[in-house]
């Protein structure tokens, strides 16, 4: 795909949403941290109901680790490798408090140490919390960008790479919301929704699905 495609899906996808941001529910770093971590192979709605009801009552780390693994299990159990995801919060509760006065570390090298913090998340955190250019690919950015070859890429991390690369510096903070909701809401796996796709004319898919 050429320079000037990419700058034309770029605008159209902005025009439509000037002010992206995730879907998952959050109102400090702390809670989106969380929120992230727990969002791992579920879905941000999954995530939502149990933060719904865990925020109000913990949204410090101090609370949520008063509140114990069990604790926080009975809050989570709807979401989906709760066992695990109860371990690595708490745990990651005690780090935040023991080494970073108990605030989220702007910092991808802290962040990536906590448990259950990978790359995309810490690459989530530093975006929407601390609005740093990263893009974290997830499996809407990575099948939308390959598919309309916008940055192709064999792996999450070449893909990353090619966006870093190619997506110019005024969209980089929002590129990552752009192509996530298009990959969730018209560009689906098993069926995009070609017909009313606001890049149908520049997307370059073969197998392009009219309705
Ligand atoms: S035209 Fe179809 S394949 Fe291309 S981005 Fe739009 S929905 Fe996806």
Known sequence: MNKAKRLEILTRLRDANPHPTTELNFSSPFELLVAVTLSAQATDVSVN??????FPVA???????????????DYIKTIGLFNSK????????????????SE??????????????GRKTANVVLNTAFGWPTIAVD??????????????????????????????????????????LHGRYTCLARKP???????????????????
């Open 49 to 54: 109901k149990a933060t719904d009801k865990l």
């Open 59 to 73: 949204n410090t780390p101090e609370a949520i680790y008063a509140l114990g693994v069990d604790g926080l299990k």
């Open 86 to 101: 109860a371990q690595n919060v708490h745990k990651l509760c005690q780090i935040l408090i023991e080494q970073h006065n």
């Open 104 to 117: 989220v570390p702007e910092s991808r090298e802290a962040l990536e140490a906590l448990p259950g913090v």
């Open 139 to 180: 499996t809407h950015i990575y099948r939308v960008s390959n598919r309309t070859k916008f940055a192709m890429g064999k792996n999450v991390d070449k893909v990353e790479e090619k966006l870093l690369k190619v997506v110019p510096k005024e969209f980089k903070v929002d590129v990552h919301h752009w192509l996530i």
């Open 193 to 211: 929704r070609c017909g009313s796709c606001i890049i149908e004319d520049l997307c370059e898919y073969k197998d392009k699905i009219d309705d």
